[in-house]
């Protein structure tokens, strides 16, 4: 039996095939609370400066936090290590082992050292056994699946793997479970690729006892009518609970927020956005809803079925909404079962969706303007509109391979334009040597700011939902209530540049929050954005810890200032935290949107620095910050590596 | 006699029944616990999730203000459904009804969804364009 105080590490050393589980400071779920927080600290502890990435020496951290295995949990599980681009990696993934792990007794595991074999780590019950993975190394995240189904006869062993493109250290390959959950996109499946590790299957059988149970059911229940389809306040929450997430392609494509054919245009012929959307999904291929472990909304996540035509009996799920809008506008390609099968692919093999599809849309771009010829592509006609299916589809097996001229697109967009060059650098789309995501910037300059200023590269959920809530909801009396100093009708303007480093502080403090304890950030629409009172009445009956609000507030704080310590610390500057090229310099006229101007993003990067009391010159975080959140240790570590510490 | 009854094509695993039925008796969340009065059949490849209901739906308590069964309250996709023979046939028929209306009702029951405002009809406004292609 669980309780919640105390988290348990388990530290594994693949070259010495040594574990051993020990508890973590009892303080530390008061300061860090878990999961995502807990991590920063660890990585921060445990990772010097110019470790590397693939060396034996990275820790993979795989964790969850105090509130899961409870209905709270989501069955949100965080990945974290260094990035092979340098940056903190660290992402979320949903599902059902974070519960199964915490019911093992296991809070984290982290993973040290390189196997000389393929292997994977078998936990149950607190127990540990390294395997042998020689006849999974090369096979399919679905194979590996089966495979492993059936090896441990048990239906509800829980797992996390990596596809072939893991294994080949494809760059930016996540780590997967339950066939098509994924999370950390900044490489930690290519970390975890390194240490030659395959798989962590893990099956508990111990139960979480909360607290305060009768304090939680009254939390839980004012919480569920918060986030239920049928009693939130927040417009945005029946239709993403139940048309699921492919629902917002056509409203971004009618405020002009999608990024067409590589970001060259700003809107999508609206036919073609009508072939994507979330509709014909829904009718034609959507065969039932899936849900993450206790998600209170309906259905989120679907399973599909291509029941007719050339894809015939191709099976997959979790369509994201960022899946049709990359693999949609992004290469101009209006054939929905396209976009499923290759999503379905991406899936398979390991890969970044992202990834694949940032740098298809770039060497389209290339070939288009002459950069990249049939030559270089092994023949394939590499087009917007994507003409040549079989040989799109066959490409992304090579990318995950590294054969041919999947080996370039193996490395990434930043990588591959500079071995390419002949000006080619301007069409990758990339921040801190990462891809975007789906989310247009040139009429969102919140969206401009989160994705650059990012510690773990573009990444939207750092401070979901991506647009502040919709201003009818709060008034600006109601957010000071909540301990929020805030303009909201301005701050929810697309293109206004003010309150926008405001907003965004507080959005990466709190969903930093929700993620630490953990919960599952695409939950929060609107009110609850700016509201944690659900989750801090529910952190204190499932642990027993009383904390104020203000204080709960505060660990998010520490996690976000931790992060940003970990990448000052590996050399990253306020210069890094820039949006790309093009985004910086080229207009889209016809439209109606300009470039984001070097004026405008300086003074929102001004706003946010000043916000989170960072140096406005290098962006390190400030002695007296620091110390204030109990971080005088970062400040010192950091002087010590030679960083100038503003007091 | 009122009884739990089920839906399966509703249910979409996340286990909220079974995990928060496991906790009722004693505060602590096992869903592996045998005292468990539903549990969710996994069936491999992620295909299809299956309630079985080992309960007669009197509960040790109730959680929701509707004097229905834990279980039921929280249920987000309406898969379960707590009343006599006849009231659980009439529900089936009408989610076989609104299916033909709307693709939503593969994944919510038509009586959880909540806005009339809202409710989606097949070809109106925007998704004209989108209808025609089917």
């Known amino acids: ?647 | 006699m009122k009884k739990i009854h089920v839906i399966e094509d509703l249910c979409n695993g996340c286990r909220l029944c079974q995990t928060f039925c496991s906790s009722l008796k004693n505060g602590v969340f096992n869903p592996d616990d045998p005292q468990t009065g539903i549990r969710i059949l996994k069936m491999p490849g992620e295909e299809q999730d299956i309630p079985l209901v080992q309960c007669s739906g009197a509960c040790v308590r109730s959680i929701g203000e509707d004097d229905q069964p834990t279980c039921v309250t929280l249920c987000p996709t309406g898969a379960l459904v707590y009343g006599n023979l006849d009231f659980a046939r009439a529900r089936r028929l009408e989610l076989a009804a609104a299916r033909k209306t709307h693709g939503l009702f593969k994944v919510v029951a038509p009586w959880k969804w909540p806005f009339a405002w809202a409710k989606p009809r097949k070809g109106t406004g925007k998704g004209e364009e989108g209808g025609k292609e089917r």
Not at chain 1, 105 to 123: E, H
Not at chain 1, 211 to 236: C, N, P
Not at chain 1, 418 to 434: N, P
Not at chain 1, 606 to 615: G, I, K, P, Q, V
């Open chain 1, 1 to 647: 039996m669980r309780d919640n105080k105390v988290q348990t590490i388990l530290r594994v050393d693949l070259s010495t095939a040594k574990t051993c589980l020990e508890p973590l400071p009892e303080e530390w779920t008061a300061k860090y609370i878990g999961c995502r927080g807990i991590h920063s600290r660890l990585l921060f502890d445990e990772v010097p400066p110019g470790t590397d990435p693939f060396g034996p020496d990275n820790v993979l951290y795989i964790g969850t936090g105090p509130l899961e295995g409870t209905p709270i949990g989501m069955g949100r599980l965080s990945v974290a290590c260094k990035s092979p681009r340098g940056t903190v990696a660290e992402g979320s993934c949903g599902g059902f082992f974070g519960p199964e792990l915490r019911r093992a007794g296991i809070d984290y595991i982290a993973i040290r050292g390189k196997a000389d074999r393929p292997v994977y780590l078998w936990l149950c019950d607190g127990k540990a056994e390294i395997r042998d993975a020689r006849h999974l190394w090369g096979r399919k995240i679905n194979e590996t699946d089966a495979l492993l189904r059936e090896e441990l006869s048990d239906p509800d062993v829980q797992f996390r793997y990596i596809g072939p493109a893991g294994e080949n250290l494809v760059h930016s390959s996540p780590i997967f479970g339950n066939r098509d959950n994924s999370g950390g996109r900044a490489g930690c499946g290519e970390v975890m690729g390194s240490k030659k590790l395959k798989a962590i299957a893990v099956r508990g059988s111990g139960g979480i006892r909360v607290a305060d149970y009768e304090g939680f059911l009254k939390a839980y229940q004012h919480f569920r009518q918060r986030v239920d389809i049928a009693t939130s306040r927040d417009v945005w929450t029946p239709i993403w609970g139940a048309y699921g997430a492919p629902v917002i392609v056509r409203v971004f494509n009618d405020q002009g927020g999608i990024m067409t054919r590589n970001a060259q245009e700003m809107h999508w012929d609206e036919e073609k956005c009508n072939r994507v959307s979330a509709e014909p999904y829904l009718e034609k291929y959507v065969t039932r809803a899936k849900a993450c472990f206790c998600c209170p909304l309906p259905a989120c996540k679907k399973q599909h079925e291509i029941r007719s035509g050339p894809f015939q009996g191709f099976r997959g799920g979790n369509l994201w909404a960022a899946i049709p809008s990359v693999f949609g506008p992004l290469l101009d390609n209006d054939d929905l079962e396209l976009i499923i099968v290759m999503a379905g692919m991406c899936n398979q093999y390991g890969l970044d969706v992202f990834h694949v599809a940032y740098t298809l849309a770039w060497g389209m771009e290339c070939f288009e303007k002459g950069i990249l010829t049939r030559a270089d592509t092994d023949g394939l006609e590499l087009r917007f509109g994507c003409p040549d299916k079989a040989g799109l589809l066959d490409l992304i097996r090579k990318i995950a391979m590294r054969e041919g001229f999947g080996d370039l697109l193996a490395r990434g967009c930043a990588e591959a334009s500079r071995v390419v060059g002949k000006g080619s650098e301007k069409f990758a789309l990339v921040i801190k040597g990462q891809e975007l995501e789906a989310i247009a910037q040139r009429n969102s300059y919140m969206v401009a700011l989160g994705v650059a200023v990012s510690e773990v590269g573009p990444d939207h959920t750092r401070w979901y939902p991506p647009h502040p809530g919709h201003p009818g909801l709060l008034k600006n009396e109601d957010l000071a209530r909540l301990g929020v100093q805030l303009d909201l009708s301005k701050a929810a303007q697309g293109r206004n540049p003010e309150e926008k480093g405001k907003v965004l502080r507080w959005f990466t403090i709190s969903r930093a929050i929700v993620e630490s304890l953990p919960s599952c950030v695409f939950l929060i629409r609107d009110t609850l954005g700016f509201d944690l009172h659900p989750w801090h009445d529910l952190f204190q009956a499932v642990t027993g810890i009383q904390v104020d609000y203000t204080e709960f507030i505060r660990a998010g704080e520490r996690v976000m200032n931790l992060d940003r310590a970990f990448l000052v610390r590996e050399g990253f500057r306020r210069a890094d935290d820039r949006p790309p090229l093009r985004m910086a310099t080229e207009d889209v006229p016809e439209f109606g949107y300009p470039k984001l101007d070097a004026s405008i993003f300086d003074r929102m990067l001004d706003d946010y620095y000043r916000a989170n009391e960072w140096s406005l010159k290098t962006s390190i975080p400030r002695r007296h910050k620091l110390e204030e959140l109990g971080l005088g240790d970062v400040a010192t570590n950091l002087e010590k590596c030679g960083m100038e510490v503003e007091t």
